[in-house]
């Protein structure tokens, strides 16, 4: 977890006082320090790049404004992407489409062909795609995702690479799959895999990458020379205070002696999210109630679970500080929690915190991965503001939604209104 800064009891962001930003831009808001992302994109990147050539593709599920892409585009990043959505919001992002790999789940054809169309590299996640491919383009060049039976995360929800997954090739059919493309038309560049997301340890990645290598080199027997290897994203992030980071420089050498020794292939791309957004971004909520209910007592604010849905989710721990009380003496312990109407509606249970009022700016740590990307309008609520944070400055990136946002796309039939 990242410690700030502070002034007079004020947390800095980004060399701005919280207190200013909310006061500025109105909460919740996120608010994302474009001095951390660029860093830690320069870390997760030179970690790997100085063992081997490395190409990191940001995975923008974790975080899919086009500032953070615009920023992450001009240091060299390429792109993972999930959906159609995803591939072009890159695209306006001014990455262009041989900087984006494309890898769905369950596509639908008419995803395919739109992905297809806009030239990305696919990356395949099953024979019936590869098959349902092939009838609408053919010839173009191809990663092959494979389930390398080990899996990774930070809950049982966000594992991805285990036995029986519902993620990718599964490893019995990989080499057979492969063939079959070349068969087909098209070009086989790569093997992919990716475990999960936010799992701390290093060995599932140390196996799985070890099923990889297998794969590349029963590919090489059977005529199949690869460019690259990937090997997905998933590093995790503490978000506990004194938890410790993890070992990327080590994981890094690990990994790549694994695919240089093991292998001929020289090229290696990696799918990082989470390790870029998350400790660059925060989410500034207001205190707008104080509650003791016996048993609990509450500290209620403006955010709640469609601004950040993680906690209600996935169970997920946030740090959360009073940013203008910095380093005061803790009165009791609060649960945070917001204006949702179900009794998930936590950010943070059973927190020691100092003296919460009305009008007090509660930070939210560590919500630049999975945090406005998962946000929703339930229970009518607009979708919140974003800001960039550079040098004690803060730019809005994205506004917040209008309630008559909500009304947008919808339809009453004429034969209601008579
Ligand atoms: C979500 C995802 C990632 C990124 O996961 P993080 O835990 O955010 O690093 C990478 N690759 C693929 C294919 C993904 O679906």
Request: aromatic share 6%; proline share 4%.
């Amino acid at each position: 977890m990242r410690e700030f800064d502070s002034k007079d009891g004020v947390m800095l962001f980004g060399g701005m006082p919280v207190t200013e930003i909310a006061g500025e831009f109105g909460t919740p808001v996120y608010a994302i320090d474009e001095a951390r992302l660029r860093e830690n994109y320069r870390r997760v990147h030179g970690a790997f790049s100085r063992h081997m050539d490395t190409q990191v593709h940001y995975a923008c599920k974790a975080n899919t404004s086009l500032a953070v892409l615009k920023i992450l585009e001009s240091e060299g990043s390429c792109i993972d992407a999930v959906s159609v959505g995803e591939v072009m919001t890159c695209l306006k992002a001014g990455f262009t489409p041989d900087r984006v790999i494309f890898t769905g789940n369950n596509v639908s054809n008419e995803e395919l062909r739109a992905v297809a169309g806009l030239g990305v590299m696919i990356n395949i996640d099953s024979k019936s795609e590869l098959e349902r491919l092939a009838m609408i383009k053919t010839g173009i060049p191809l990663s092959f995702r494979v389930t390398p039976g080990v899996g990774s995360g930070h809950g049982e929800k966000v594992k991805t690479g285990g036995e029986g997954a519902k993620f990718g090739i599964p490893l019995k059919e990989a080499v057979g799959t492969c063939l079959r493309a070349k068969e087909l038309g098209f070009d086989p560049k790569g093997v992919h895999m990716h475990i999960g997301s936010g799992g701390q340890s290093v060995e599932p990645f140390v196996d799985a990458v070890g099923v990889i290598v297998d794969v590349a080199n029963r590919l090489k027997d059977n005529g199949i020379a690869l460019d690259f290897i990937d090997i997905g994203g998933g590093i995790g992030v503490p978000y506990r205070p004194n938890e410790p980071e993890m070992d990327v420089e080590g994981l890094a050498a690990d990994l790549t002696e694994m695919i240089i020794e093991g292998t001929d292939v020289r090229k290696l791309k990696i799918e990082p999210g989470r390790y870029i957004v998350c400790d660059a971004c925060v989410l500034l909520t207001r205190c707008v109630d104080v509650k003791d209910a016996g048993v609990r007592k509450y500290v209620g604010v403006d955010a709640g679970f469609n601004t950040l849905v993680r906690p209600a989710m996935y169970d997920s721990y946030h740090h959360v500080e009073i940013g203008n009380k910095l380093g005061r003496a803790c009165t009791a312990k609060y649960d945070v929690v917001g204006p949702i109407c179900e009794s998930g509606d936590h950010l943070a249970r059973c927190r020691a915190l100092p003296d919460p009022e009305e009008g007090d700016i509660v930070v939210i740590y560590d919500a630049g991965a999975y945090g406005f990307s998962m946000s929703s309008n339930y229970n009518s609520r607009p979708l919140c503001r974003e800001v960039l944070v550079f040098d004690g400055r803060a730019e809005l990136i994205r506004e917040s939604e209008r309630i008559e946002d909500l009304w947008r796309h919808q339809r009453i039939p004429e034969r209601l209104l008579r």
